[in-house]
């Protein structure tokens, strides 16, 4: 049996007990952390589990996923995954390569972004297309995320901004002023007033709701995110003034 599970989005407590248990009968454990930054501490999960945990890399998931998934065939092996391992990070290509070999899978949902940004005030129903903010560089130049976010505006969705795995809120709003200065289809100015989140779904948890201009000045450590407000319901507005 292979098993993806999710870590969730706080501590290393926010394994379910479904979790546990299957990481408790495994023969091997392996946890990616490439694909989000997880706050928990690896070191107590292992006290709790029992057993070492393998840190594996973005190599392992995708282009030695056979071989990965192949030590399933005869024992139980979990991998775990930030949030939940299919909602901010899809891993449809184990699940495909296990169907495959005839290799038998179980999910293990946790925690996710997805709805713990509900932690906001604004409601999931009005969230458009969620969108990551990605670095630029001399030779790699993507603006599909401001494109996406000007489309959920136009609609009067909300626009869920996920950062680069490394990335705080500043350098985040950053990028979407310079990729403005270029576009100019009015998605973001020093005026616009933004949520930046930081630790949602732990006891860290900040949230402050404030023009970019503000925002910028306060940067918050990953994990963070963005949110730009679409159109609000009075209660959404009467929420995010009361931060």
Request: charged share 25%; glycine share 6%.
């Amino acid at each position: 049996m292979l098993y993806l599970i999710g870590l969730g989005i706080g501590s290393e407590k926010d394994i379910t007990l479904s979790g546990l248990e299957a990481c408790e009968k495994a023969k091997e454990v392996y946890a990616e952390l490439y694909t989000a930054r997880w706050p928990g501490d690896m070191k107590a999960l292992e006290k709790k589990i029992g057993k070492p945990i393998t840190i594996i890399h973005r190599k392992n998931m995708e282009e030695e996923v056979k071989q990965l998934v192949k030590l399933g065939k005869n024992n139980d092996v979990a991998i775990l995954v930030p949030g939940d391992p299919l909602s901010a990070t899809t891993h449809l290509n184990v699940l495909m390569e296990a169907r495959e070999q005839n290799v038998k899978t179980e999910i293990i949902h946790s925690s996710s972004i997805l709805t713990a940004v509900a932690e906001t005030g604004l409601s999931l129903y009005n969230f458009g297309k969620t969108v990551t903010i990605v670095r630029q560089a001399k030779d790699y130049s993507p603006t599909s995320f401001y494109d996406a976010a000007v489309q959920n505006k136009e609609l009067g969705m909300h626009t869920l901004f996920l950062l680069d795995i490394d990335m705080d809120t500043s350098e985040g709003l950053e990028i979407l002023m310079k990729i403005e200065q270029e576009k100019k289809k009015g998605l973001i100015d020093s005026d616009k007033r933004f949520i930046a989140a930081h630790g949602i779904g732990s006891s860290e948890r900040t949230i402050m709701y404030n023009k970019a201009l503000e925002l910028l000045k306060r940067p918050l450590d990953p994990p963070s995110v963005l949110v730009l407000p679409g159109k609000m319901h009075f209660t959404e507005e009467e929420f995010l003034q009361s931060l």
